[in-house]
């Protein structure tokens, strides 16, 4: 069964860290792009961050170029989303997201067969 399962959301203050991670399960994640997505509460759902196969590009939304970082161990099937400088703003369910016909060449949401059910991040003093 392909699964892909987000954690490390949580409760943190402004200013704080939080990093996320994207397992996947049934299936490798080796040749696959996989992007990170967030809606917040009463918005649309956003691009965040993408990581290339291999990890050769990566691509960040403007406003969190500078302090979240993406990353990948092939080795682990995960993908990781390091989250510093954490705004209110960031509130949001974070959800990473793949299929083999996704390409991270921009935020835009492809229409992805794989996603997972997010981990909510809560940024509040």
């Known amino acids: 069964q392909v699964q892909l399962v987000e954690s490390g959301g949580g409760l943190v203050q402004p200013g704080g860290s939080l990093s996320l991670s994207c397992v996947a399960s049934g299936f490798n994640l080796y040749n696959y792009h996989i992007g990170w997505f967030r809606q917040a509460p009463g918005k649309e759902r956003e691009g965040v961050s993408c990581?290339?196969?291999?990890?050769?590009?990566?691509v960040y939304a403007d406003s969190v170029k500078n302090r979240f970082t993406i990353s990948r161990d092939d080795a682990k099937n995960t993908v990781d989303l390091q989250m510093n400088s954490l705004k209110p703003e960031d509130t949001a369910v974070y959800y990473c997201?793949?299929?083999?016909?996704?390409?991270?060449?921009?935020?835009?949401?492809?229409?992805?067969?794989?996603w997972g059910k997010g981990t909510l991040v809560t940024v509040s003093s």
């Open positions: 997201a793949t299929d083999l016909n996704y390409r991270c060449t921009g935020l835009l949401d492809q229409n992805m067969d794989y």
């Open positions: 990581i290339s196969n291999i990890g050769g590009r990566r």
